[in-house]
């Protein structure tokens, strides 16, 4: 069975950092891209950033450049999503999502059409 689990969401501070883990099972995570995308209320999904299957490759939005960090570890089926100077504007339900196999090793889908599996999301709220 196919799972992806999202976690360490929560209440911060603008200006703080949240570390989000995604843990996947059931499917060869090590050979999937994967990707964070999320939510606020009123408004459509949107990406967030996305990995490459081994790793070596990173996409990220123009609006979490610089702030946003994501990283996996193929050995533990884990994708990590480091947040730091967190702003209000970045509330909202974050998603992780793994990507179809067979891709280059560049690979980092934008486009949530890309992915096939995905978790059930994890909250963050930045107050300012």
């Known amino acids: 069975q196919v799972q992806l689990v999202e976690s360490g969401g929560g209440l911060v501070q603008a200006g703080g950092s949240l570390r989000l883990s995604c843990a996947a099972s059931?499917?060869?995570?090590?050979?999937?891209?994967m990707g964070w995308f999320r939510q606020a209320p009123g408004k459509e999904r949107e990406f967030v950033a996305a990995?490459?299957?081994?790793?070596?490759?990173?996409n990220y939005a123009e609006t979490v450049k610089g702030r946003f960090t994501l990283s996996r570890d193929n050995a533990k089926n884990t994708a990590y999503l480091r947040m730091n100077s967190l702003k209000p504007e970045d509330t909202a339900v974050y998603y992780c999502?793994?990507?179809?196999?067979?891709?280059?090793?560049?690979?980092?889908?934008?486009?949530?059409?890309?992915?096939?599996?995905w978790g059930q999301g994890t909250q963050v709220t930045v107050s300012s």
């Open positions: 999502g793994a990507a179809d196999t067979g891709h280059n090793y560049y690979y980092t889908p934008r486009r949530g059409t890309e992915y096939i599996y």
């Open positions: 059931g499917f060869t995570f090590s050979r999937c891209p």
């Open positions: 990995i490459s299957w081994a790793g070596g490759n990173t």
